[in-house]
């Protein structure tokens, strides 16, 4: 009768926590990006030399007219080193195992220094990251980026509510004793 009364509860909890539960996650852009000499050589560009890893947090959003494109709201990583930190703003394009800066600027600090990345249209596949101050300096960069998996909020929520049937049917019945 117990373990009734108790499943009874916690399945009320999950139905709560399912119908109030958030309807879009935030998804988590791994990228890295390095000089790309072969591309500063033949453009004769003198690059900055560019070593930057940054994991972009991403909501999916509708923007009009580029269709569904990955909105950041925040930016951790590491730019020649040095920690690099960004807010929101921006986006990223969901291209074919990329997710590319199109059509956008994305803005960051880097050891003390502003810096922004943009999309090279004319060059397929590289991406610009720059010191935001005119002629100071910039780099054609390769562009690998991948989507981190992470589960959704309600795989978390069944997660818990098993482990919790679970202790109650080990514990509370005295099946195990400790």
């Known amino acids: 009768m117990k373990i009734r009364f108790h499943g009874s509860i916690v399945i009320g909890i999950f139905v709560f926590l399912l119908a109030v539960r958030p309807t879009a996650k935030a998804d988590i852009v791994h990228v890295v990006a390095n000089t790309n000499s072969a591309l500063c050589t033949l453009t004769e560009s003198s690059c900055l030399p560019i070593s930057f890893t940054a ?24 730019l020649n080193g040095f920690s690099a930190v960004g807010g929101s703003g921006g986006w990223l ?15 960051f600090m880097a050891d003390g220094e502003h810096w922004q990345i943009g999309y090279d249209d004319l060059i397929v596949g590289s ?23 992470t589960p959704e909020p309600s795989s978390l929520v069944l997660l818990g509510t098993g482990l919790f049937l679970v202790y109650l049917a ?4 005295k099946l195990f004793s400790l």
């Open 170 to 173: 080990v514990f509370k019945n």
């Open 127 to 149: 991406a610009i990251i720059s010191l935001q101050t005119p002629g100071t300096g910039f780099s054609y960069t390769t562009w690998d980026a991948a989507l981190v998996p």
């Open 55 to 78: 994991n972009f947090t991403t909501v999916q959003t509708l923007n009009i007219p580029y269709g569904y494109v990955d909105s950041i709201i925040s930016m951790t990583g590491t």
């Open 93 to 107: 394009f969901p291209a074919i195992n990329n997710y590319r800066p199109y059509f956008t600027q994305i803005n």
